[in-house]
């Protein structure tokens, strides 16, 4: 008797779209009851409470089988791409890699790694010994080219910190490296530390000295690492400790482009970690350098990772840019990186002094990802903002009336 009741007063369409319900909402609103219905409901004996639960357990039900199936698709989307990802990067990739010049320029340069008295910090209190030891190494390449033994290379770089004695302060400074560039007899790219502007700043420098003309194109580093080269907010670290206090000057960061022209071919110049910016690189090359040259001091890491992250670093942006890259450290690991990423040349042991002389491809031509910068990463960046803000989207379904639970299957105990 009371199905018969029910059917007679429940329509086909029980409920009408009233809005989107959030998935999990219990309530008896999710499905809107026609005038009248509940009355009759309750008369016949049958809790409108209980009705509402089983219809949102319907609606719950159906609305999960709709999310397992998305998940299920983007599960398979995402296998699919897994796997087929490298491929289709491998084929894209392949004539994107740049051309060789075709005058097939090279050139012979020369690495000097002067080496440190001993390993960490406590050599800055010795740095007339380091600028010594450059000098020394410098002289034996020198005595090496007249002998026949090695060829007259058109470039000798220094490491960053060869000179921690400012040359344009001290003049036995001065007149000892312009002594030592005028014996070997070709422009060096000397690594030093410049005191000024002010009383309390100091530049971290690459000085290209010819033996002729003296010091000219000088590069500034332009990325300072903040609590290392320079105290950020230096009154707070201070109260907060004492050891910011080690830091007694801050480094002045430069400008431009990282171009340094004036020797033998333009020069792209990074100092120590400027290599881990991509951008950095990427500037001196577009304004036209032909090959990129990494002057770094690793004498406070000792025989950490460090240094071997570094070369890594280089290797990567010899690929990007598709320019030779030479790494000199003070201590190691000085390196000469052909435009396809490989260690053509290589120091030894560490904290060992060495010279390495090689022939290099000088190139002019731009590699995709210096004609294109960081446009790729900017879009990258956006997908994953996208993707971020649709995952967090709340989940909501509409009630389908035509979807609506059978009112036997609701009464029923």
Excluded at 79 to 104: E, H, M, Q, T, Y
Excluded at 246 to 274: K, T, Y
Excluded at 330 to 344: F, Q, Y
Excluded at 369 to 377: D, F, Q, S
């Amino acid at each position: 008797m009371m199905l018969r009741v029910v059917r007679a007063i429940v329509p086909k369409r029980v409920g009408r779209r009233e809005r989107a319900v959030p998935v999990g909402v219990k309530s008896f609103s999710v499905i809107r009851i026609r005038s009248g219905f509940r009355h009759h409901v309750d008369e016949a004996g049958v809790g409108a409470s209980h009705f509402g639960r089983r219809a949102v357990a319907h609606h719950l039900k159906f609305a999960n089988r709709k999310l397992r199936e998305k998940v299920s698709r983007f599960v398979g989307a995402a296998a699919a791409l897994v796997v087929s990802g490298p491929v289709i990067g491998a084929v894209l990739a392949w004539p994107l890699a740049p051309a060789p010049d075709r005058d097939g320029a090279t050139t012979t340069v020369a690495l000097i790694q002067g080496s440190v008295p001993e390993r960490g910090l406590a050599f800055e209190d010795r740095a007339r010994q380091v600028l010594d030891n450059h000098i020394e190494q410098t002289a034996k390449l020198a005595a090496q080219i007249k002998a026949g033994a090695v060829p007259r290379p058109s470039l000798v770089v220094w490491p960053e910190d060869a000179s921690d004695v400012d040359p344009f302060d001290d003049t036995t400074a001065y007149q000892a490296i312009d002594a030592a560039v005028k014996a070997i007899g070709v422009p060096v790219l000397v690594g030093a530390i410049l005191q000024g502007p002010g009383p309390t700043h100091r530049r971290n420098a690459g000085i290209l000295w010819s033996p002729t003309t003296g010091p000219a194109a000088t590069y500034i580093k332009r990325h300072p690492v903040p609590f290392a080269e320079y105290i950020p907010l230096r009154s707070l670290a201070e109260f907060v400790s004492s050891d910011a206090k080690l830091v007694s000057q801050d480094m002045v960061a430069g400008h431009g482009d990282g171009l340094v022209q004036g020797g033998p071919f333009p020069i792209g110049d990074v100092i120590c970690f400027e290599i881990a910016y991509d951008g950095l690189v990427r500037s001196s090359v577009a304004a036209g350098a032909r090959l990129v040259v990494v002057q770094t001091n690793n004498a406070t890491f000792g025989h950490t990772a460090e240094t071997y992250q570094q070369l890594a670093m280089s290797q990567l942006r010899a690929v990007e840019t598709g320019r030779t890259v030479l790494q000199v450290a003070t201590t190691g690991l000085s390196a000469v990186i052909g435009p396809d990423g490989h260690i053509r040349l290589r120091s030894g042991k560490l904290y060992t002094p060495a010279i390495l002389v090689a022939n290099v491809p000088l190139r002019t031509v731009k590699t995709p990802a210096t004609r294109v910068g960081a446009i790729p990463e900017y879009f990258l960046a956006g997908l994953g903002f996208v993707a971020l803000a649709w995952s967090i989207k709340p989940v909501r379904r509409s009630v389908d009336p035509d979807a609506a639970p059978d009112p036997e299957e609701m009464v029923r105990t």
